[in-house]
């Protein structure tokens, strides 16, 4: 990517990532309404972006910051849009024009939630990715692969859960001093729990081997989005059933941050309400490629 944006984030220098959701909604990409107007060699960009990971990390902890960022060049629709790879800071410098906030999160407290507001930021046409009209198309060609690293960390997440459910299952004793695993109302909600994650690991790994198919030209677009939404949205819907189960199977003390828990629910709660792409999106997606475009539009 242009002007050694990648080489800062490989050596950690940087955060890059991505710019798309707008206040007036994240699932209709073809509809963004920022826009970015020709100013000579450059473009001046106008508009805001909501609920955009990393504002913080990008624009206050290091000294170089940006995100690919969506924005419209030419009329409605998803030809109309352009990718940039907008530079919010860069060697400790804000962009002239941009303004942040930070959302104040019910979770995920490992990175940053923040809001962009542009005001004609100067953004060079060298960042152009892809070319005028070619945004909605770069963007589609991340989304698919991004959706698999989110589903794996879901699995990781549920992985981790479901450990603290059996440690606690063999630790807390109850009526006469058993061991609560010894109910089977507790071992049973382990057993399809483990069932279930296995699953949707196995779901993730074929997804993970398809999109290595899909780079070597094996495998075709309709079979990425197929295995890449399906692992999202089993992988997120799984691993938040995970959690729910392990809280339960603590008990009452979940309810408190004496037991750490709730942060893993609440992390996955955030892929479960739109983060990387809304459950229904992935649903639509399968269908689409599943049995046709023509039949399934939105
Ligand atoms: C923690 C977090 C981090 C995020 N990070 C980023 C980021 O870094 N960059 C970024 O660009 N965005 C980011 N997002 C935004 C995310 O991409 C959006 O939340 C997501 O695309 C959904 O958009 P929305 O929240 O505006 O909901 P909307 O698009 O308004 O949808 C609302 C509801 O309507 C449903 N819906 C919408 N359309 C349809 C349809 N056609 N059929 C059926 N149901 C439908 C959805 O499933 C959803 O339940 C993040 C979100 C969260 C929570």
Same mark, same amino acid.
Not at 65 to 90: D, I, P, Q, V, Y
Not at 254 to 272: A, C, I, N, P
């Given at each position: 990517?242009? !002007?050694?944006?990648?080489?800062? /984030?490989?050596?950690?220098?940087?955060?890059?990532?991505?710019?798309?959701?707008?206040?007036? =909604?994240?699932?209709?990409?073809? &509809?963004?309404?920022?826009?970015?107007?020709?100013? !000579?060699?450059?473009?001046?960009?106008?508009?805001?972006?909501?609920?955009?990971?990393?504002?913080?990390?990008?624009?206050?902890?290091?000294?170089?910051? !940006? #995100?690919?960022?969506?924005?419209?060049? =030419?009329?409605?629709?998803?030809?109309?849009?352009?990718?940039?790879?907008?530079?919010? $800071? #860069?060697?400790?410098?804000?962009?002239? =024009?941009?303004?942040?906030?930070?959302?104040?999160?019910?979770?995920?407290?490992?990175?940053?939630?923040?809001?962009?507001?542009?005001?004609?930021?100067?953004?060079? &046409?060298?960042?152009? /990715?892809?070319?005028?009209?070619?945004?909605?198309?770069?963007?589609?060609? !991340?989304?698919?692969?991004?959706?698999?690293?989110?589903?794996?960390?879901?699995?990781?997440?549920?992985? #981790?859960?479901?450990?603290?459910?059996?440690?606690?299952?063999?630790?807390?004793?109850?009526?006469?001093?058993?061991?609560?695993?010894?109910?089977? &109302?507790?071992?049973?909600?382990?057993?399809?729990?483990?069932?279930?994650?296995?699953?949707?690991?196995?779901?993730?790994?074929?997804?993970? #081997?398809?999109?290595?198919?899909?780079?070597?030209?094996?495998?075709?677009?309709?079979?990425?989005?197929?295995?890449?939404?399906?692992?999202?949205?089993?992988?997120?819907?799984?691993?938040?059933?995970?959690?729910?189960?392990?809280?339960?199977?603590?008990?009452?003390?979940?309810?408190? $941050?004496?037991?750490?828990?709730?942060?893993?629910?609440?992390?996955?709660?955030?892929?479960?309400?739109?983060?990387?792409?809304?459950?229904?999106?992935?649903?639509?997606?399968?269908?689409?490629?599943?049995?046709?475009?023509?039949?399934? $539009?939105?």
């Amino acid at each position: 990517m242009a !002007g050694g944006i990648v080489e800062r /984030v490989a050596r950690g220098e940087m955060f890059f990532g991505i710019a798309s959701t707008e206040p007036s =909604g994240g699932s209709d990409v073809a &509809g963004i309404k920022t826009r970015a107007e020709r100013d !000579g060699d450059s473009y001046r960009v106008y508009g805001e972006k909501i609920l955009i990971s990393g504002v913080r990390e990008a624009l206050e902890t290091l000294d170089y910051g !940006g #995100w690919l960022l969506l924005a419209r060049t =030419g009329g409605e629709g998803h030809r109309g849009l352009s990718a940039f790879a907008f530079t919010g $800071k #860069w060697g400790g410098r804000l962009a002239d =024009g941009l303004e942040y906030s930070i959302l104040d999160t019910i979770g995920r407290h490992g990175i940053s939630t923040g809001i962009l507001r542009l005001d004609g930021v100067e953004v060079p &046409g060298s960042r152009l /990715v892809g070319g005028e009209g070619r945004g909605f198309y770069v963007a589609m060609e !991340g989304f698919p692969l991004a959706r698999i690293l989110v589903a794996a960390a879901n699995i990781g997440a549920a992985k #981790w859960a479901l450990e603290r459910a059996v440690e606690w299952s063999r630790e807390r004793r109850l009526f006469g001093g058993r061991p609560i695993a010894s109910f089977q &109302g507790v071992s049973f909600s382990i057993a399809e729990a483990f069932a279930e994650l296995e699953a949707a690991r196995l779901l993730v790994y074929r997804a993970a #081997w398809t999109a290595d198919r899909y780079v070597r030209g094996e495998a075709s677009r309709e079979e990425l989005n197929l295995y890449s939404a399906s692992a999202k949205l089993k992988a997120v819907d799984t691993a938040f059933s995970i959690f729910q189960a392990t809280m339960k199977i603590i008990g009452g003390i979940s309810f408190t $941050k004496e037991v750490d828990v709730h942060r893993g629910l609440l992390g996955t709660l955030s892929y479960l309400v739109g983060a990387e792409g809304a459950q229904n999106i992935m649903k639509y997606i399968i269908a689409r490629d599943l049995i046709g475009r023509e039949y399934v $539009k939105l």
